[in-house]
């Protein structure tokens, strides 16, 4: 029972969820605003603005640094644990999500040849630097308002 208790009394990790969960709401806002369309898949789906990983990993890093010093081990791990996560997003993801992209529009061409079959890959995977700069900003924003209980 104590774990629960110690779980459910984790701040850093709330506030990592926060920035998930932050990130994850404005990429519905944004399709429904800029779509007049409500896509909930948005809410849990990979890739667009802002980067839900890196505003997830930069909160945890932001409280972390916060509560046990910018110059701990702990905070140092999660730096490092954040920019191989971020590099992540911005670069292998999105890598192969633009192959992906590729693959789907040869796969459209080559419709006659029944040995190229299968289904559509996903294609919005990565995020662009610019996305990926915004989630992580995101991200130590809601660190020091959840270390400051500002809300």
């Known amino acids: 029972m104590r774990f629960f ?3 459910l009394g984790n701040h850093a990790l709330w506030t990592a969820l926060l920035g998930w969960f932050v990130a994850q709401l404005l990429k519905v806002i944004t399709v429904l605003i800029r779509d007049k369309r409500f896509d909930v898949r948005r809410f849990v789906g990979s890739g667009g603005m802002p980067s839900s990983h890196s505003s997830f990993v930069m ?5 972390i640094g916060l ?8 905070f140092a791990l999660s730096m490092v644990f954040a920019f191989v996560v971020m590099y992540d997003a911005a670069g292998v ?5 633009k192959q992906a992209a590729v693959l789907n529009q040869m796969i459209e061409h080559w419709d006659d040849a029944p040995e190229i079959q299968g289904e559509r890959l ?4 990565g995020h662009t630097p610019y996305e990926v700069l915004a989630g992580a ?12 209980k500002v809300f």
Do not use: H, N
């Open 5 to 7: 208790v110690e779980i």
């Open 59 to 63: 909160a945890l890093a932001t409280f």
């Open 67 to 74: 509560a046990q010093g910018f110059d701990s081990a702990m």
């Open 93 to 97: 993801r999105r890598a192969a999500g």
């Open 122 to 125: 996903k294609e919005l995977l």
């Open 137 to 148: 900003i995101l991200g130590i924003v809601l660190a020091i308002f959840m270390y400051y």
